[in-house]
Each structure stands twice: as structure tokens, then as C-alpha cells.
């Protein structure tokens, strides 16, 4: 393995992230609609015409349709190859910052949920319990394996669960509606058991900060729309990521102001 230059594996990890983000296009396409994610194979949305196997190919098959159905001509999301650019990037980036063993593994199934989750979020508003609380488990299950150790992801989990919980119930006691739903919830509680409970509090300063940037931005530019803010789990996704990737550093650069 050591014979491989590094250019040769951050490569492999592109074409990987590339071929494994076409299956997270699946999942954000087909689990909120309660449809198999195995079966049938993929096929136009508009027509149902069957893609061919070169059609599949991660990026460069909608590229190469010009981004439309080759049968119907109706146009294919460009949310496909955003998708699938999108995890062979973050593949790359995890490849490249974390050293060979099981710590790499937990990080690319990690990434791989939180696009899926950010993409269902932006979507359909809402987080599956079918992804969260697997996740939860899977995340919990891998800590004896790898960094963080499990004390410090069953800290994590009920840390993540409870501040969420704890901000949700005291927004419902303000306003009499739901601020953030029990999916944020159970999304934190997952991050906290895959990355340990300092991620928590990275990840939740990042999406909080970020979100209420973006919110800000956006009530500015459409004239007072609250409503139409971006949903919190896609703010947990980025956070959480930036948080697995370059959290310690980022805690060390900033505590040295002080
Ligand atoms: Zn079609």
C-alpha cells in the first residue's frame, strides 16, 4: 500500500466519492418517497425510460445528455452531479486528512449520511428516523474501534440530544410552535456518537453561526420572509462535517486569542 503515491489515492477517493454520491442521489431521491433504494434500477423521473449504464456514469453521464432525458428530453436535475461532485470532493478532503485505518472509514460513512441528510433536508424538510437513528447506533458501535472512544461519544450523543431537546422545548414555551423539529434533535445525538462530544459544541457554534448569517442574508434579500429560511439539518450537515474534518484546529486557532 505504501508503494501507491498519494496524488494515485486522493484520486481513487474522487472516483469512489463520485460512484458512492450517484447512490446518495438514490437515497435523497427515493427514501422520502418510502421507495427502495435497491430496486428498480435508475430511470428517468418524467418517462420511467430505464438509463443506460454509460448514462450512470457519476457526473459525466449528465454531462453528457446535455442534462436532459435522452427518451423524453425533459430536463434531469443538475442536483445529480452537484450530488456527486459534491462526495467526491468531501472523499478527497477526508482521504487527505486522516491518516489510513478505521478512523477513515467512520469519516466516509459519516460524510456520506450528512450529505444525504442535507440533501432530504433542503428537500423535504425533514430528517428520516430511518438515517438518524441508525446512525445513532452505527455511530456508537464504531467508537470502540476508533477515535473518539465510546465514553466520549455516549458524552457526545446525550450532550447533542439534550441541548437541542432543551432549545427546542424552550422555543415551543416562547413562541407555541415548533422552532426546530425532533430530527435536529436526533442529528445532533448522531454527530455527538460519531465525532464525541467537543464536536457537538463546534458543530452546533458553526450551524448556529452560519444559519443565522444565511438567515439574515436571505430576510434581507426577500424583504422580511422569515419563513422561508433554509431548514436547521442543513446547517448541522455542513457544521458537522467542517467540525469532523478541521475542528481541533480550529478550537486551537481560536483559543489563541485568548
Ligand atoms: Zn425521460
Not at 422580511?224 to 457544521?239: C, E, I, Q, R
Request: proline residues 7%.
Amino acid at each position: 500500500m505504501n508503494d501507491i503515491p498519494p496524488a494515485m489515492w486522493l484520486v481513487f477517493a474522487a472516483v469512489m466519492g463520485a460512484c458512492v454520491g450517484s447512490f446518495l442521489n438514490v437515497v435523497i431521491y427515493r427514501l422520502p418517497l418510502g421507495q427502495s433504494i435497491v430496486s428498480p434500477p435508475s430511470r428517468c423521473p418524467q418517462c420511467a425510460t430505464q438509463l443506460a449504464w454509460f448514462d450512470n456514469v457519476p457526473i459525466f453521464g449528465w454531462l453528457l445528455l446535455g442534462g436532459r432525458c435522452r427518451q423524453c428530453k425533459n430536463p434531469i436535475s443538475i442536483q445529480y452531479p452537484i450530488v456527486e461532485l459534491i462526495t467526491a470532493l468531501s472523499f478527497v478532503l477526508v482521504v487527505w486528512l486522516t491518516p489510513p485505518g478505521p478512523l477513515l472509514l467512520t469519516r466516509l460513512l459519516l460524510v456520506c449520511i450528512l450529505i444525504a441528510l442535507f440533501g432530504i433536508d433542503l428537500e423535504h424538510q425533514i430528517l428520516p428516523n430511518s438515517i438518524t437513528l441508525p446512525g445513532i447506533v452505527v455511530g456508537l458501535i464504531l467508537s470502540f474501534f476508533a477515535p473518539p472512544g465510546w465514553r466520549d461519544a455516549l458524552i457526545g450523543m446525550l450532550l447533542g440530544g439534550a441541548i437541542l431537546y432543551g432549545i427546542a422545548w424552550a422555543y415551543y414555551l416562547w413562541r407555541r410552535e415548533e422552532g426546530l423539529g425532533m430530527g435536529d434533535v436526533k442529528m445532533l445525538a448522531m454527530v455527538g456518537a460519531f465525532l464525541g462530544w467537543k464536536a457537538v459544541l463546534v458543530t452546533l457554534v458553526l450551524s448556529s453561526f452560519s444559519g443565522a448569517l444565511i438567515g439574515v442574508a436571505l430576510i434581507v434579500i426577500q424583504r422580511g420572509n422569515m419563513k422561508l429560511a433554509l431548514p436547521f439539518g442543513t446547517f448541522l450537515a455542513v457544521g458537522a462535517a467542517v467540525a469532523m474534518l478541521i475542528g481541533e484546529p480550529l478550537v486551537n486557532w481560536y483559543a489563541g486569542f485568548f
